[in-house]
């Protein structure tokens, strides 16, 4: 049971409940009795009763038709404070709305690597329809994203291979990276290149240039990034503006003290 390894002053039932949370917001279906179960370790009443308490307390919701519990919208309110009390947000997104006034057919993205995952900390949507839809706060895998290749890149080849052996990689599209060898090689590139790019192999007809913006260590903290669809911008006009990416992420750096 994962809330066997309590701190000295942590609150056995406060844990599951975060841990209940967790469970709620990684899974892509509703949340049954018997997950908590699974998950936590405790009986069908244990798990009624902090299901309940979390209902009570807004922090989930049940549909009382399939006695299953969803992530309310008070939890997704915390989600978007957290993302707007992020330091790189603040300092990054002004530059990266200048870079989108010239390109304001892409989308102009803003990511992080947590757990594994990119979580997209804000985003600029093109002025163009059709568009793609990646709110902030949303996760998308490391493998098939130009933000994840990046930061991805950044890691020791040790990690890289770590990184890929735990993750499970499916193919979204049919240019998915999936072959590990090939994955990792595709990471190497990106390392030497400084330039991380999907070629539809997230979204059919979506393409993606990326670049890090790195600490005065040596470190990637967080990667920028220029998307569109093929039918607002063309594979070439993106690769065009990699060098106003790369200025924008220079001029971030810069502001961060590094």
Not at 141 to 155: M, R
Request: aromatic share 6%.
């Amino acid at each position: 049971m994962e809330t066997d390894n309590l701190g000295k002053y942590d609150i056995k039932a406060a844990v599951r409940c975060f841990a209940i949370l967790d469970l709620a917001i990684e899974q892509t279906r509703p949340l049954t009795i018997q997950d908590v179960c699974d998950k936590l370790g405790v009986n069908s009443n244990m798990a009624f009763r902090m299901l309940s308490t979390l209902v009570s307390t807004g922090y989930l919701s049940k549909d009382e038709h399939t006695d299953t519990y969803t992530v309310s919208l008070k939890s997704l309110k915390l989600s978007a404070r957290a993302l707007q009390s992020l330091e790189i947000r603040k300092v990054a997104m002004p530059s990266l709305e200048l870079l989108w006034s010239q390109f304001p057919l892409a989308n102009g993205n803003l990511g992080v690597m947590y757990e594994d995952e990119i979580l997209i900390i804000d985003r600029i949507d093109s002025q163009s329809i059709p568009r793609t839809h990646f709110t902030p706060g949303k996760k998308v895998p490391f493998y098939c994203s130009g933000l994840g290749k990046v930061l991805a890149s950044s890691l020791s080849d040790k990690e890289i291979d770590a990184l890929i052996s735990r993750t499970q990689i499916k193919p979204l599209t049919k240019y998915t990276i999936t072959d590990p060898v090939l994955l990792k090689k595709e990471l190497l590139k990106v390392r030497e290149e400084g330039v991380g790019r999907d070629r539809e192999e997230l979204a059919l007809e979506d393409n993606c240039v990326a670049v890090p913006i790195i600490n005065n260590k040596g470190k990637t903290v967080c990667a920028i990034s220029l998307s569109a669809l093929s039918s607002n911008m063309k594979r070439e006009a993106l690769e065009a503006a990699v060098p106003k990416l790369k200025e924008t992420a220079s001029a971030i750096a810069s502001l961060m003290g590094y």
